[in-house]
């Protein structure tokens, strides 16, 4: 543990930025506070650095002074090397709390050649969301796209929203290839089921809904069984392979008292 015992601005500021590269964020953020206030000459390095710093912690740590800190370091010191990287961290800021909105704007004041090949994958998909949420699809595709071009911790979820916007373009031969890439993963297994299931149907390729039939059941959540069982129903009926299809007809319908027979 290192002993935060006052020397000077230069040793507390030191000793700032080793508790910040070991990701003890609440413990750096209050030294580069003492920094910061003991250090009168506005332009000094380490005040400028500290500010930033403290700005960058909030943000991390969901502080409700994170956006005050980060639009009053770029006030006063919009010369700043680093200042873009800052408007990363607010975006995760907003993102995290799900206003998607204000996370998009910041996002887009990110240089991407400040962003390591992580960082710039999750800014990537996260200004995809935004853009998805905001029903501008050409937009979320294009840096989806991006995002699955790398191995990286948010490939499957761009993989997964761009099938989907493909999807409900109708795109469907391309929607069941992103859809087949993820139909193993966990995260993904419950949901992807009902989306092959449609594609399938969609495009008259009943016998393969017949052909999954078991594994779209056994991997389909309850809320969608009944609904993949009245798919695999109709596509018996398409085929006029009528008997199969009644057991399937009976437990959509024994789902559904509500319907009419």
Known sequence: QITQKYRSPKHEFTTAEELFQMEQYSSAKNLFKQVYEQIDDQFDTKKQSSLYHMAVCAAILYHDDAPELAYYFAETYPEYMGLERIWYYLGNYYFTKKQYKKALEEYKKVSYKSLNEEELAAAKFKMG?????????????????????????????????????????????????????????????????????????????????????????????????????????????????????????????????????
């Open 129 to 261: 969301y935004g853009y998805f949420l905001q029903e501008d699809y050409q937009t979320a595709k294009e840096l989806f796209v991006e995002v699955m071009q790398t191995e990286n911790e948010y490939k499957n979820k761009a993989t997964f929203y761009y099938s989907h916007i493909l999807y409900t373009e109708q795109s469907y031969t391309s929607a069941l290839k992103g859809f087949e890439q993820l139909k193993n993963e966990e995260t993904y297994s419950e949901i992807v089921p009902f989306y092959i299931a449609h594609i399938y149907f969609s495009t008259g390729k009943y016998a393969e809904v017949i052909a999954q039939k078991d594994e779209l059941i056994s991997k389909s959540s309850s809320k969608r069984l009944p609904e993949i069982n009245a798919l695999i129903a109709q596509s018996y009926f398409q085929l006029q392979q009528y008997q199969e299809a009644i057991p399937y007809f009976d437990t959509y319908m024994n789902s559904n008292p509500n319907i009419v027979n």
